[in-house]
């Protein structure tokens, strides 16, 4: 089949140069950007039925529909208090912001103790799938603080969960460009000197820059029907389509100069080269994608979204490699490897022969030494722990993280990225303030607290049941109330702030009740506040049993941070005997082996914990950091056992295509690994080294510490699971290794000690 293919797209080659040109062109013009549809907020991954995103539909009427459709307009002055002309310029602007499109309510949420700072609190209708529409309402906010007529000193700041999403993708977005630019800078600079030639890396490299063109528009009108598309999607899909692209692209081009060394002509070198390796790159690809949508089977939103995307593009990148680089392969031919001229008779480089013969004659030692190893690496596991699970983090230096320095400095500290603890009343809380005054005591007592904030200390001045009750008898609801009291009131300055401050506290209806809320465990997002939170949300049950509440629920970035590490790990046990069994599956399939798969899987295995406790000792006990990245265990998983079987898949298949021709299996191994040897390598650097870019060039914790990761277990997979590992564990089985097929009963001889000189 594969050498039909070979010769079907060297007939008709240039038509299919043109459609590989031609299709990212049209995708690019007629169908959305990868970028416009990408989503960063972790929170609208999780299931509706879990206890954060519950508690966040009862915190609607203080956020709307989405928490991550609201932002807080900061309003501040530095040099005193807020005057009069000032909140003139604040009302004004609030008018002129609740006319803009999506905009569902503008509510003031009052001044701060000091007067010095005031807050506003804007709700939209935009879905947090929706980043494209959220980065344009947030530019016309901004822009409308820039045609606000404010007074002299007086400073505005867009924060909240949407101002932060924004500007994380604004950085997100000129990351990924950079990251594309350096992945593809690195790998043509890798491939010239591999192949020491002009054409061979530019060939071998197009069909992965096409894939990618095509993918990222192909992907996003997918993600139209409903497929959620994240930032570490989009960094992910550039290195992952280069990368493994140009593995494929290796795999192919290597074989033909070798088929070329051995008298083949140009083209008829492509075909047979197709024949040998053309199963090899489809089970290589074939075993990712099988992988990636395993992940169709998690919970975890996010994760769904990841798999189906990066399928998508590998499946693209597969039609690519099997069409594509045999027409470009047949168009240039023996040029391809200009200057130098491959013909046959030439020798091919022994160093992996030899390394493969010592193995040979040293198997146990050679195991016993991979193992412990190994061992000692995946010892960094020792007080594993995951983090950053942060929606939307103001990224530093942005104009988000400039509101949220203001709140901090004005308002109380439960006011600043705190969790809301949400209790639903039956009745008004305003004609039994009394229960509500005792929730806000059993919380101010709760020892999981360290700060809490809410209708009775709403901006810092204490109010108590009475007056709450007597200032809503007097004034009416707080939302209606203006900035400042009218003429003639008798409510001081202070009790009337205080009582219009409650507004982000009592909903209008006065059945809902918030408290801010600060974990005494840690601070916000630390892996000691999420493990407080089953007791915290046990402190808000007794506080709503004993104040009469029917409802309640913890909403915020640590709840929201607890449920997404739960759900990561379930997803994590239950997908990964699924993917174990479709690899082995596979391997089976292609190898006619039931013994192979379990040692590849098993070997890859150790790579996976052997790079996850690299991971913790890098970045966490050495580098400080609180916990890996909570993707990077699943992720890690799926391309280690994935990406890792490549090089697993390529290098048996060619062993079990040399065990036709040597009786010893010594000798079919040296000779494989001296063939595949380079090509392994090779891959493996190019691969590594576009995870190590995205590791480099992201400013993104995630991708840092992920792409970091996974270069060091594709590594780990190239220089001793390949090459000492696998070699040895087969060389110990002999010709068990194809049982039950008809090879592993082929007669056999012990394993030569010179298998090394095999070829030469």
């Given at each position: 089949?594969?050498?039909?293919?070979?010769?079907?797209?060297?007939?008709?080659?240039?038509?299919?140069?043109?459609?590989?040109?031609?299709?990212?062109?049209?995708?690019?013009?007629?169908?959305?950007?990868?970028?416009?549809?990408?989503?960063?907020?972790?929170?609208?991954?999780?299931?509706?039925?879990?206890?954060?995103?519950?508690?966040?539909?009862?915190?609607?009427?203080?956020?709307?529909?989405?928490?991550?459709?609201?932002?807080?307009?900061?309003?501040?002055?530095?040099?005193?208090?807020?005057?009069?002309?000032?909140?003139?310029?604040?009302?004004?602007?609030?008018?002129?912001?609740?006319?803009?499109?999506?905009?569902?309510?503008?509510?003031?949420?009052?001044?701060?103790?000091?007067?010095?700072?005031?807050?506003?609190l804007?709700?939209?209708?935009?879905?947090?799938?929706?980043?494209?529409?959220?980065?344009?309402?947030?530019?016309?906010?901004?822009?409308?603080?820039?045609a606000?007529?404010?007074p002299?000193?007086?400073?505005?700041?867009?924060?909240g969960?949407?101002?932060?999403?924004?500007?994380?993708?604004?950085?997100?977005?000129?990351?990924?460009?950079?990251?594309?630019?350096?992945?593809?800078?690195?790998?043509?600079?890798?491939?010239?000197?591999?192949?020491?030639?002009?054409?061979?890396?530019?060939?071998?490299?197009?069909?992965?820059?096409?894939?990618?063109?095509?993918?990222?528009?192909?992907?996003?009108?997918?993600s139209?029907?409903?497929?959620?598309?994240?930032?570490?999607?989009?960094?992910?899909?550039?290195?992952?389509?280069?990368?493994?692209?140009?593995?494929?692209?290796?795999f192919?081009?290597?074989?033909?100069?070798?088929?070329?060394?051995?008298?083949?002509?140009?083209?008829?070198?492509?075909?047979?080269a197709?024949?040998?390796?053309?199963?090899?790159?489809?089970?290589?690809?074939?075993?990712?994608?099988?992988?990636?949508?395993?992940?169709?089977?998690?919970?975890?939103?996010?994760?769904?979204?990841?798999?189906?995307?990066?399928?998508?593009?590998?499946g693209?990148?597969?039609?690519?490699?099997?069409?594509?680089?045999?027409?470009?392969?047949?168009?240039?031919?023996?040029?391809v490897?200009?200057?130098?001229?491959?013909?046959?008779?030439?020798?091919?480089?022994?160093?992996?022969?030899?390394?493969?013969?010592?193995?040979?004659?040293?198997?146990?030692p050679?195991?016993?030494?991979?193992?412990?190893?190994?061992?000692?690496?995946?010892?960094?596991?020792?007080?594993?722990?995951?983090?950053?699970?942060?929606?939307?983090?103001?990224?530093?230096?942005?104009?988000?993280?400039?509101?949220?320095?203001?709140?901090?400095?004005?308002?109380?500290?439960?006011?600043?990225?705190?969790?809301?603890?949400?209790?639903?009343?039956?009745?008004?809380?305003?004609?039994?303030?009394?229960?509500?005054?005792?929730?806000q005591?059993?919380?101010?007592?709760?020892?999981?607290?360290?700060?809490?904030?809410g209708?009775?200390?709403?901006?810092?001045?204490?109010?108590?049941?009475?007056?709450?009750?007597?200032?809503?008898?007097?004034?009416?609801?707080?939302?209606?109330?203006?900035?400042?009291?009218?003429?003639?009131?008798?409510?001081?300055?202070?009790?009337?702030?205080?009582?219009?401050?409650?507004?982000?506290?009592?909903?209008?209806?006065?059945?809902?009740?918030?408290?801010?809320?600060?974990?005494?465990?840690?601070?916000?997002?630390?892996?000691?506040?999420?493990?407080?939170?089953?007791?915290?949300r046990?402190?808000?049950?007794?506080?709503?049993?004993?104040?009469?509440?029917?409802?309640?629920?913890?909403?915020?970035?640590?709840?929201?941070?607890?449920?997404?590490?739960?759900?990561?790990t379930?997803?994590?046990?239950?997908?990964?005997?699924?993917?174990?069994?479709?690899?082995?599956?596979?391997?089976?399939?292609?190898?006619?082996?039931?013994?192979?798969?379990?040692?590849?899987?098993?070997?890859?295995?150790?790579?996976?914990?052997?790079?996850?406790?690299?991971?913790?000792?890098?970045?966490?006990?050495?580098?400080?950091?609180?916990?890996?990245?909570?993707?990077?265990?699943?992720?890690?998983f799926?391309?280690?056992?994935?990406?890792?079987?490549?090089?697993?898949?390529?290098?048996?298949?060619?062993?079990?295509?040399?065990?036709?021709?040597?009786?010893?299996?010594?000798?079919?191994?040296?000779?494989?690994?001296?063939?595949?040897?380079?090509?392994?390598?090779?891959?493996?650097?190019?691969?590594?080294?576009?995870?190590?870019?995205?590791?480099?060039?992201?400013?993104?914790?995630?991708?840092?510490?992920?792409?970091?990761?996974?270069?060091?277990?594709?590594?780990l997979?190239?220089?001793?699971?390949?090459?000492?590992?696998?070699?040895?564990?087969?060389?110990?089985?002999?010709?068990w290794?194809?049982?039950?097929?008809?090879?592993?009963?082929?007669?056999?001889?012990?394993?030569?000690?010179?298998?090394?000189?095999?070829?030469?």
């Open positions: 089949m594969f050498e039909t293919i070979a010769r079907l797209s060297i007939k008709f080659r240039w038509l299919v140069l043109a459609v590989w040109i031609v299709a990212p062109l049209l995708a690019a013009r007629s169908l959305p950007s990868l970028a416009s549809v990408t989503s960063t907020n972790n929170a609208q991954f999780l299931s509706a039925s879990s206890p954060s995103q519950h508690a966040a539909a009862l915190a609607a009427p203080f956020q709307g529909k989405n928490a991550g459709s609201t932002a807080i307009i900061v309003v501040s002055r530095s040099d005193g208090p807020l005057t009069a002309a000032d909140n003139s310029a604040v009302d004004q602007l609030e008018e002129t912001i609740a006319g803009v499109s999506e905009v569902t309510f503008v509510r003031d949420q009052g001044t701060s103790q000091d007067g010095q700072a005031r807050k506003v804007v709700a939209t209708s935009i879905g947090t799938l929706n980043e494209a529409k959220i980065a344009s309402i947030v530019n016309t906010i901004r822009n409308d603080f820039v606000a007529r404010a002299p000193g007086l400073s505005f700041h867009l924060t969960a949407m101002a932060q999403s924004a500007d994380a993708l604004a950085a997100s977005t000129s990351s990924s460009g950079n990251i594309q630019k350096f992945v593809l800078l690195f790998v043509i600079v890798l491939l010239f000197i591999v192949f020491r030639s002009v054409l061979a890396p530019l060939v071998t490299l197009l069909p992965a820059v096409a894939s990618l063109l095509l993918a990222g528009p192909v992907i996003a009108q997918a139209m029907a409903g497929l959620p598309v994240s930032p570490v999607t989009q960094q992910l899909l550039a290195v992952l389509l280069v990368g493994a692209g140009t593995d494929y692209g290796l192919l081009v290597f074989r033909t100069r070798e088929e070329l060394r051995q008298g083949a002509a140009p083209r008829e070198a492509v075909v047979r197709m024949a040998r390796v053309g199963q090899s790159i489809t089970f290589s690809a074939v075993t990712v994608i099988a992988a990636l949508l395993c992940l169709l089977l998690a919970t975890f939103g996010l994760y769904k979204g990841i798999g189906p995307s990066l399928a998508i593009g590998l693209i990148m597969l039609l690519a490699a099997l069409t594509l680089l045999p027409a470009l392969l047949g168009i240039f031919g023996r040029a490897f200009w200057p130098s001229h491959p013909a046959a008779g030439q020798p091919t480089i022994g160093l992996w022969g030899r390394v493969a013969a010592r193995v040979v004659r040293h198997p146990v050679t195991l016993l030494l991979g193992f412990v190893l190994f061992g000692a690496l995946a010892s960094g596991l020792i007080g594993y722990r995951i983090s950053g699970f942060a929606a939307s983090a103001a990224a530093p230096g942005s104009d988000s993280a400039a509101g949220m320095a203001v709140i901090a400095a004005h308002f109380p500290a439960a006011s600043n990225n705190p969790d809301s603890l949400v209790l639903r009343f039956a009745a008004p809380v305003w004609d039994h303030a009394a229960d509500l005054a005792h929730a005591q059993e919380l101010a007592a709760s020892t999981d607290l360290r700060a809490s904030a209708p009775l200390n709403p901006n810092g001045t204490p109010l108590s049941a009475d007056q709450l009750a007597q200032l809503h008898a007097e004034l009416g609801s707080p939302a209606a109330l203006p900035a400042t009291p009218s003429a003639g009131s008798t409510v001081s300055s202070a009790l009337y702030e205080a009582y219009r401050s409650t507004a982000q506290f009592i909903s209008t209806d006065g059945r809902t009740a918030q408290f801010y809320a600060i974990p005494s465990a840690g601070p916000a997002g630390s892996s000691q506040a999420l493990d407080s939170i089953p007791a915290i046990a402190d808000l049950a007794a506080a709503a049993r004993d104040s009469g509440a029917h409802d309640y629920g913890v909403a915020g970035q640590d709840a929201v941070s607890y449920d997404i590490g739960h759900t990561a379930s997803d994590l046990q239950g997908i990964v005997p699924v993917v174990l069994v479709i690899i082995a599956v596979l391997l089976a399939v292609l190898l006619r082996s039931l013994i192979a798969p379990w040692y590849l899987i098993v070997t890859v295995g150790l790579s996976y914990l052997a790079s996850l406790g690299f991971a913790m000792i890098v970045f966490v006990h050495l580098g400080g950091d609180s916990g890996l990245n909570f993707v990077i265990p699943f992720l890690l799926i391309f280690a056992m994935a990406l890792g079987e490549d090089y697993n898949i390529l290098l048996m298949s060619r062993i079990r295509e040399e065990a036709h021709t040597f009786r010893a299996l010594g000798d079919a191994l040296t000779r494989a690994v001296e063939r595949t040897g380079g090509t392994i390598t090779s891959a493996g650097l190019i691969l590594a080294g576009t995870f190590t870019v995205l590791g480099l060039a992201s400013n993104n914790t995630q991708a840092h510490q992920l792409g970091f990761t996974i270069a060091f277990a594709v590594f997979d190239t220089f001793f699971v390949r090459t000492l590992l696998v070699p040895s564990i087969a060389v110990l089985l002999g010709r290794n194809w049982w039950p097929s008809a090879l592993s009963r082929s007669s056999a001889s012990p394993p030569s000690a010179t298998s090394g000189v095999v070829g030469r």
